[in-house]
């Protein structure tokens, strides 16, 4: 919007809520996509033995959310608010998705948002030195987030993608990565 990049690459949960001027953007810019890059599957991921089975369980909880001003909570609040809960209902935890690895291994956090292409470099380093659960989204609130939010769809993490996990896990792409620029940017250069 100030011209000083032509190109930028976005979660297409940010953007939705950046054009719209909402979710604590001060005012609508005029962003495009110009592609997709990949889906960006993400889950809560918590250790086999920690009694978390669902995402409501996460009330009252120390959970990692992802890199601070990552844009996480664009996608996070929604999922969270489909489970009836708010980022006021868990205790959040911020960082690089490597130290969500360590978080979790200590005990500091029982539960991390890891999110990426698939298989995620971070879930796979968990899987290898843990035995994790990839926390279920209610279906109910799946389908909900999928009809009320257009950066949402279902996504399929296949069985043996990560070390422990030999059920295929269904889950969302919670904002594909894409390619943007402003609507000013002239046809020929995109």
Same mark, same amino acid.
């Given at each position: *919007? ?7 690459? *976005?979660?297409? *949960? ?17 962003? =495009? ?23 409501? &369980?996460?009330? $009252?909880?120390?959970? %990692?959310? $992802? ?11 929604p999922i969270l608010a489909a489970h009836g809960l ?11 998705? =490597? ?5 979790? $291994? &200590? $005990? ?9 292409g698939t298989p995620n470099p971070a879930l796979s ?24 939010? *257009? ?10 993608? %990560? !070390?422990?996990? &030999?059920?295929? %896990? &269904?889950?969302? !792409? ?10 000013s940017v002239d046809e020929q250069t995109v």
């Amino acid at each position: *919007s100030q011209g000083k990049l032509q190109f930028a690459m *976005s979660n297409s *949960s940010i953007t939705y809520f950046a054009v719209r001027g909402s979710e604590g953007w001060e005012q609508a810019h005029e962003v =495009q996509s110009v592609m997709t890059l990949f889906p960006n599957v993400a889950m809560f991921v918590t250790l086999a033995n920690s009694g978390i089975e669902k995402v409501s &369980d996460l009330k $009252g909880k120390s959970v %990692y959310l $992802g890199p601070e001003g990552a844009g996480f909570e664009f996608f996070v609040r929604p999922i969270l608010a489909a489970h009836g809960l708010t980022l006021d209902d868990i205790d959040a935890r911020f960082g690089s998705q =490597q130290s969500a690895v360590d978080l979790l $291994g &200590d $005990g500091a956090v029982v539960a991390a948002m890891i999110g990426g292409g698939t298989p995620n470099p971070a879930l796979s380093q968990m899987a290898q030195a843990n035995s994790i659960r990839l926390i279920p989204y209610d279906a109910e609130a799946k389908e909900k987030l999928i009809t009320d939010y *257009s950066f949402f769809e279902a996504a399929v993490i296949p069985a043996g993608t %990560y !070390n422990g996990i &030999d059920a295929q %896990y &269904d889950g969302l !792409n919670v904002g594909s990565a894409h390619l943007i620029t402003h609507k000013s940017v002239d046809e020929q250069t995109v």
